[in-house]
């Protein structure tokens, strides 16, 4: 309190200065008006003064009588010293020192006379009080004390009702309830009550309750009563005390509180005249109990749903029905109103949202409004705010409204005049309102419209400034969507409208922001309310009894009530249709078909539950063997091609869906992909196409269209047309296309670690299909600038984009198509006037302009090397050509235009049909009619220019830089095998572009090379194959043994069509075509020949096919077969030994692999329908020809030891086969057994396209040809009688001589080199052939030594050859013979030391189709005898005619080739080894590779036996070496003998051998 302390000289000066200096300060404190801070200074200094006296400082009369001289200053001085005592009363008290306590008494005292006492007693305590006289007793002074304060604030008073007059009531109440529509105030009448109150002594408290009970009957008068409330008192807590009361008396059961109350307890909140938290404490019930409730009711309904799903016993529903009873009696008991909903309503009727939030925030999410009630009084405030935005930018044309009038309350909601006005509070409303909005459709119906205003103004605006604010506001939608819009249409009842007008805001959005409110709406909503908990249930229970009675017949039915019941809850129902769907899916059509019925939006639903289910994490793609894709998502691929085709959905999203899969690198959806292009486009990829299919394939679009697939494809206009867009709006066609192409190898090494190989080929192949089925979708339905604009460069796909070649060049080959149809028709028009230039001229012209980027992009996809065999021109012509452009397919256009003819004929005799139906019908198939001729015409004519096209191009196809076969090897690996096994027309195509290139006389080209290429070993093509892959590869093969046994079967139509083509040269030049003459081409009889060895080598490969035991290579060696059985096999003894090996994996696998038994059952029964059509083999081709002299060779055709009499072929077979087939053969491992390693990898690299082949076997392989071709000619020109050939070919030989003499030098040095043990194995195989020739006479079987003998003379007649050319060719890579000598040195003595299984498999193999048939074919034996007689009787007959001295010649030359071969021999073995582990090839599968010296002496005796069956004049020398390499495994029962006895045949061989060599070359 001491603020102001006296100074001490005051107080040592008191009487001479001091006193004087206070009472001046006094006067100033007092003068001084600081609004009461005056008292607080002078109560300081007197609180001073005082306390100088009370510590003895001053003299107590001195003081006292300053203190009476104050007095005077201030009229309440009396009370502020009073004040001050009763401080210094309290310190003194608690002071220890008594004199202290004395002087203060002793001042108080003084001072009595002018301080009265009454302000003593009532500031000073009672004991002080005592001490100063003032009181008798203290303690008597506080018990009255006490007594007082009870009376006054305890005691309660009652008024005397006769005091309170009535009268005074009867009138406040009149005065109240007078009309006030006059000039009455509410100031007035507040007078009046006053003068009431005062006049009959009213009580104030019970007169504010009076008014209140008036305003509450008079609710209406709302500003008069408020306004005469808020003067009457301002104290907000007696108000709320009186309506406390007022809503306690309607808390008991059974009572309902009135409406009224309500709304003037919110009227006073609305106007802040009570505060709601004083209110809120004495409204029921407690929020405690609200929140009880609301999960007392979320427990029920998760309860109602769980029986609705559940089964439920008889026994159990009696006892539900009961206990549901108990709960109705219950609830009879009406519980009290919920007061607070009472008064939330009623703020919210008179707008009152503040406080109405402040309410609703206290209780659970939508608890409030799920009154029916409160929502609407929500629903009609939002009505009011939106009003005026919703009559500018929301109300549909032509609509009028209905009116609402604003409320007069100024405090209400602003309305919205702006988009960005419903942020302030209209949002937040419906948000409150979430799904109770179904109570009121038209505002549902508004708000959505409001949306689809603001979308609209969202997509057209495109200011920077108002980006942000756009996009809030959008965010703002999209919340209202998710938590009120689809909630609240869940709750309506079956309202189809409402769908339709939501679906008009919905497709404003872009797919993901629809399905992610789809998703939302599936997964959450129903979890989150009560209501919607139990409309889920119910959903699913009536799906269940619509789903389990839904059959074709009553679609119609079935289709209304799921119509009926999609409006609603879609996403329920559609997942329990798909969830039964992937169970059972025959249920597909009769869904699609009941679907008819559904809304816009329930479409784009489907669409999102198809893609969720096809995507659910939990379910497994594959089946649990691991080989096949799993049936449910099958069964959805199936159903999504035909809901997407039936019904306008939007695709965008499970494109989208199938794209980012493959993005993943996963490729099980693709089959959605294929089914949806499929039943929308109508186009089908199938490799089961009939022949007829396949022919109209290769027509115009009308003509696949009617016959080229398997359905009729109708009304696909323009299901196709909505693919279309939705590819080209979304920019998924090329990514889709790219995707499909990287993943197909994605495939195998990415996907397919884990999995089974027959899964992995079967995703590959679907892979493939849908990216040709795709590929062929947007060829056909992309406009010219759309595909052109999107698809990119050849160059850009396979180096930017990777793309594999194949898939590139299938990709750009529309585009090429449409480029040159464009320019052509340029240039007709440029030159209209001009007609000198023919049409065709300008075609090439267009084609010229067209290609020539195409032929500069192609030039980086390969290396530089690659360009040194094929021209770019040849490579891009090639594979931008189609078989539209190379054939019209007149008979499948005849075909369809008599089905035609057949259906109008029938349309017209048919009576049932009403006339205007069959005019129809018959102007439609006319107008078909004539569409196909017309397209059949303009084939024709584009035929022609791409034939004429092609007839000018051809001589700059191929280069004459290497030799034919690496030509032939390039054309193979990078354009036949790849195609062909593209697609089924593809594989047509190949066939069809070889025999085109053939006839086009195209220089370079060998047919003959090319046709050996194909058929010599398809072991490695077929084995590498998927199994469509092998259906197309099948059909590839089949196309070419047509032209082949065209050509066989007739003389003439061979001497047509080969005789004189370049093609079919027997001696290659590198030089290329110079005319040749007669000699060098290959006659009939000869190509007869040749053709029985290609069918044999498909039969050996077949053979070793079936018999590795191997699932891919059984099954795609079936489906191969069984596509080329038209023309194979025609031979009786090679079909026999196919017929036996079928019949073995028949037995085998009946009860292992049910599928291979299958497909080896089907095969059978046809081959057996077939075997009519089968001839022996003298009739397939001529077996005794007249020049038999030079025959190097004997040896036995057809496979093992079927029987069949043995085939001789004449020297100019052996020609052929040696020169056009030779690098094929060497490099399959036709020409000698020990070649086989080499044949392995060889066929790897050209059939799979996997690299070239080593530059220097290729130069070898040339040599082989050129120098055997001449052999060929000089031996056929040594027969009687000298024609100018035959000098030029003596002339021809003596260089050959020469040439011969220089590379014999080589030989012998490089035969130092040979170890010891090839020496041996020579002379063991002469040896081993003499005893072959003396054993001949009994019959025995010696054919497989003698094939070796063959065998070697071949070899070292073609290493001589090979060995002269050499030098002319320039090799690119010349090769040391020393050096290879070395080489093969070490691998002869692996050879000579192998082991007894690989040994074994040598045996196996070189008798391979033979064992397993033998005993089947026993009695062709003596045939064979009689046969192998004449054979040796012609062959006498034909030496007479050979001369003594040629005899001694062809002696010498044959020894330096052998002595040559024997080089070769290490050269080759040493290469296969290489090669083998380069590529992996399996051992057994290689053992072919040891010499033939290896074989057991028994095997020997077998060979021999053999020997005497086949013709001592056997002559087909690439027949047998082919047989000896198929790669069997399968074990002889002489391979254990063989094995232990080989090394003693290595030394005694050796000898024989040489023997019988001398002797068979004095016998020929």
């Not at 003068?195 to 504010?208: E, Q």
């Not at 106007?271 to 929140?291: F, K, R, T, W």
């Not at 089924?984 to 060998?1006: G, M, W």
């Not at 001694?1448 to 090669?1475: F, I, L, M, W």
Request: net charge positive.
């Amino acid at each position: 309190m001491a603020t102001l302390i006296l100074p001490s000289e005051w107080i040592k000066n008191w009487e001479k200065s001091g006193k004087h200096e206070f009472v001046q300060l006094c006067k100033e404190l007092t003068e001084k008006t600081d609004h009461g801070s005056e008292i607080r200074d002078i109560q300081a200094a007197l609180y001073e003064l005082c306390w100088q006296v009370v510590q003895g400082n001053l003299k107590l009369d001195l003081v006292a009588s300053v203190l009476g001289d104050m007095m005077e200053l201030r009229d309440d001085m009396p009370s502020i010293l009073a004040d001050v005592f009763s401080i210094l009363d309290l310190e003194t008290g608690a002071l220890e020192e008594k004199n202290k306590r004395d002087h203060y008494t002793q001042l108080v005292g003084a001072c009595l006379f002018f301080v009265p006492e009454a302000i003593l007693k009532e500031r000073l305590d009672p004991e002080t009080l005592e001490s100063l006289g003032l009181i008798k007793q203290a303690l008597q002074f506080n018990q009255k004390i006490v007594k007082i304060k009870t009376k006054l604030f305890y005691k309660q008073q009652k008024f005397n009702l006769l005091r309170e007059e009535n009268e005074g009531y009867a009138k406040l109440i009149t005065e109240l309830g007078q009309d006030l529509s006059g000039n009455i105030t509410s100031h007035l009448v507040l007078e009046s009550i006053k003068s009431l109150i005062g006049c009959f002594n009213l009580d104030p408290n019970r007169v504010l309750d009076i008014i209140l009970e008036v305003y509450e009957s008079r609710s209406d008068q709302d500003e008069f009563f408020l306004s005469l409330i808020k003067s009457y008192m301002c104290e907000p807590l007696t108000l709320c005390h009186i309506l406390g009361f007022k809503f306690k008396f309607y808390q008991e059961p059974n009572e309902e509180t009135p409406k009224s109350l309500y709304h003037i307890a919110a009227a006073l909140l609305h106007h802040n005249l009570i505060e709601l938290e004083d209110l809120y404490v004495h409204l029921m019930p407690l929020d405690a109990n609200i929140v009880e409730e609301h999960k007392r009711d979320i427990s029920e309904a998760k309860q109602i749903a769980r029986k609705l799903v559940m089964v439920v016993l008889p026994s159990e529903k009696s006892e539900d029905k009961e206990k549901d009873k108990e709960k109705e009696e219950e609830k009879n008991e009406k519980p009290p109103d919920n007061q607070k909903l009472g008064l939330l309503e009623a703020l919210l009727r008179i707008g009152d949202w503040h406080h109405a939030q402040s309410i609703m925030d206290q209780m659970p999410s939508f608890y409030a409004s799920s009154h029916k009630a409160i929502a609407l009084a929500l629903c009609q405030l939002v009505h009011l705010t939106v009003e005026p935005l919703y009559r500018r930018a929301g109300l549909p044309k032509g609509a009028r409204g209905r009116v609402l009038h604003p409320l007069r309350n100024k405090r209400a909601p602003r309305p919205a005049e702006s988009f960005e006005d419903l942020r302030r509070d209209t949002f937040s409303m419906l948000g409150y309102l979430g799904p109770h909005l179904s109570h009121d459709p038209i505002l549902f119906a508004k708000i959505v419209r409001l949306g689809k205003a603001f979308m609209k103004e969202h997509q057209n605006d495109g200011r920077a400034d108002v980006k942000d604010k756009m996009d809030t506001l959008l965010s703002c939608f999209l919340s209202i969507a998710d938590q009120v819009l689809l909630p609240s249409l869940s709750l309506m009842e079956c309202n189809a409208c409402m769908s339709e007008e939501l679906w008009g805001l919905f497709k404003l959005f872009p797919y993901q922001h629809r399905y992610r409110l789809y998703g939302q709406w599936k997964n959450e909503t129903y979890s989150s309310h009560p209501l919607l908990v139990k409309v889920k249930a119910q959903t699913v229970e009536r799906a269940k009894y619509i789903m389990k009675r839904l059959t074709k017949e009553n679609v119609k039915q079935s289709g209304r009530q799921i119509g009926k019941l999609s409006h609603s809850n879609p996403t329920i129902l559609f997942d329990y249709m798909l969830s039964q769907i992937q169970w059972y899916d025959n249920l597909i059509v009769p869904v699609v078909d009941s679907l008819k019925y559904l809304t816009s939006l329930n479409y784009d639903v489907l669409a999102y539950c198809i893609i969720e289910a096809l995507a659910n994490p939990e379910k497994e793609k594959m089946k649990h063997d691991d080989t096949t894709i799993s049936s449910w998502l099958q069964s959805l691929a199936s159903l999504c091609g035909a809901v997407f085709r039936k019904y306008p959905i939007e695709l965008a999203g499970l494109l989208q869906y199938v794209t980012n899969q493959l993005k993943a690198g996963k490729s099980f959806d693709l089959l959605i992909l294929k089914e949806v292009v499929q039943k929308m486009a109508g186009i089908e990829i199938t490799d089961e196409m009939t022949s007829e299919q396949l022919e109209a394939m290769t027509g115009g679009e009308q003509l696949k269209a009617e016959g080229g697939y398997f359905g009729q494809i109708r009304n696909t206009k323009k299901s196709s047309q909505r693919l279309k867009d939705v590819l080209l709006d979304h920019e998924l066609a090329l990514p889709l296309c790219l995707l499909m192409a990287q993943q197909r190898n994605g495939v195998v090494f990415l996907e397919g670690g884990e999995k089974h190989l027959k899964l992995v080929g079967h995703l590959y192949d679907q892979c493939h299909d849908t990216l040709v089925q795709f590929g062929g979708f947007l060829a056909s339905n992309l406009s010219t600038e759309d595909y052109i604009k999107r698809v990119p460069s050849i160059d850009i796909l396979c180096n930017q984009f990777h793309t594999p070649h194949d898939a590139a060049f299938f990709l750009s080959r529309p585009m090429y198509a449409h480029q040159i149809l464009s320019k052509y028709d340029e240039l007709k028009k440029a030159e209209k006037g001009n007609r000198q230039q023919p049409k065709v001229h300008k075609y090439v012209a267009a084609c010229e302009q067209v290609m020539t980027p195409v032929h500069e992009a192609v030039v980086s996809l390969h290396p530089a090397r690659v360009w040194d065999d094929l021209r770019p021109q040849f490579y891009a012509t090639f594979w931008s050509l189609t078989m539209y452009d190379l054939a019209v397919p007149h008979a499948a256009y005849e075909r369809e235009v008599n089905k035609l003819k057949v259906q109008i004929k029938a349309i017209e005799e048919n009576p049932e049909i009403p006339m205007n139906k069959k005019k129809k019908e018959k102007e439609r198939c006319t107008a078909l009619q004539e569409k196909l001729q017309e397209e059949e015409k303009k084939q024709l004519e584009h035929v022609q220019r791409v034939l004429h096209r092609l007839k000018l191009e051809k001589d700059n196809w191929l280069l004459a830089k290497s030799t034919k076969n690496e030509t032939i090897t390039k054309f193979l690996q990078l354009c036949l095998f790849p195609r062909c096994i593209f697609s089924s027309i593809d594989a047509v195509y190949c066939a069809r572009f070889v025999e085109l290139v053939h006839q086009q006389k195209t220089p370079n080209f060998c047919t003959l090379l090319c046709y050996d290429r194909v058929f010599s070993a398809i072991i490695y093509t077929v084995a590498s194959c998927t199994e469509n892959e092998s259906h197309r590869y099948g059909r590839f093969l089949c196309c070419m043994l047509e032209t082949v046994t065209r050509w066989h079967s007739d003389r003439a139509v061979y001497e047509k069509e080969c005789v004189n083509y370049p093609g079919f040269l027997t001696i290659f030049r590198a030089t290329g075509f110079d005319g040749g003459n007669k000699a060098d081409q290959l006659d009939y009889e000869n190509f007869r020949h040749v053709v029985h060895k290609w069918h044999y080598m498909l039969t050996k490969a077949s053979v070793h096919c079936l018999e590795t035991g191997d699932y891919t290579h059984i099954r795609n060696i079936l489906i191969v077969l069984t596509k080329i059985l038209p023309c194979y096999p025609k031979v009786l003894n090679l079909g026999q030994a196919l017929e036996c090996r079928v019949h073995k994996i028949c037995l085998e696998e009946k009860d292992k692999r049910p599928d291979l038994y299958a497909l080896a059952m089907g095969y059978s029964g046809r081959l057996k329908s077939q075997k009519v059509h089968m001839v022996p083999e003298n009739e397939f081709h001529h077996k005794e020809q007249p020049a038999r002299s030079a025959t190097p060779a004997n040896q036995q055709n057809g496979p093992g030891s079927t029987g069949k009499p043995a085939t001789s072929t004449s020297k100019t077979e052996e020609g052929t086969s040696e020169d056009c087939d030779r690098g094929k053969d060497k490099s399959q491992g036709t020409t000698k057994p020990v070649n086989k390693a080499n044949s392995a990898a060889a066929k790897l690299t050209t059939s799979n396209g996997n690299g070239a082949l080593n530059s220097t076997k290729a130069v070898k392989e040339r040599d082989d040809k050129e120098k055997s071709g001449k052999e060929k000619k000089e031996k056929k020109d040594k027969t009687p009688g000298s024609t100018p050939e035959t000098k030029a070919e003596n002339r021809r030989e003596k260089q050959r001589d020469e040439r011969a003499g220089k590379e014999e030098r080589a030989v012998r040095e490089g035969k130092e080199k040979t170890p010891k043990a090839d020496r041996e194995k020579l002379k063991a195989e002469e040896k081993s052939s003499k005893d072959d020739k003396a054993k001949a006479g009994n019959g025995e079987p010696v054919e497989p030594s003698r094939d070796r003998d063959a065998i070697k003379e071949s070899k070292s007649k073609e290493k001589g050859d090979r060995s002269t050319v050499a030098g002319s060719l320039k090799s690119p890579v010349p090769r040391s013979e020393s050096a290879e000598s070395e080489r093969d040195h070490k691998r002869r003595k692996l050879d000579s030391h192998s082991s007894p299984s690989h040994s074994s498999s040598v045996k196996d193999n070189s008798n391979e189709p033979k064992e397993s048939t033998s005993k089947h074919h026993v009695n062709y034996n003596s045939v064979a005898r009689s046969k192998s007689r004449e054979r040796e009787m012609e062959k006498k007959e034909s030496d007479n005619t050979q001369g003594r001295s040629k005899e001694k010649k062809e002696e010498k030359d044959r020894k330096d080739r052998k002595r040559d071969h024997a080089v070769s021999d290490r050269e080759t073995s040493q290469e296969s080894k290489r090669k083998k582990d380069e590529n992996g090839t399996n051992s057994s599968k290689n053992s072919k590779s040891t010499s033939p010296s290896c074989d057991s002496p028994l095997l020997a005796e077998k060979e021999k036996s053999k020997r005497s069956k086949s013709s001592s004049k056997e002559k087909a020398e690439s027949v047998k070496p082919e047989r000896t390499s198929s790669g069997g495994k399968k074990e002889s029962r002489h391979d254990k003998e063989k094995s232990e006895k080989k090394e003693k045949r290595d030394s005694s061989g050796g000898k024989e051998e040489k023997k019988h060599h001398k002797s068979s070359d004095k016998h020929r």
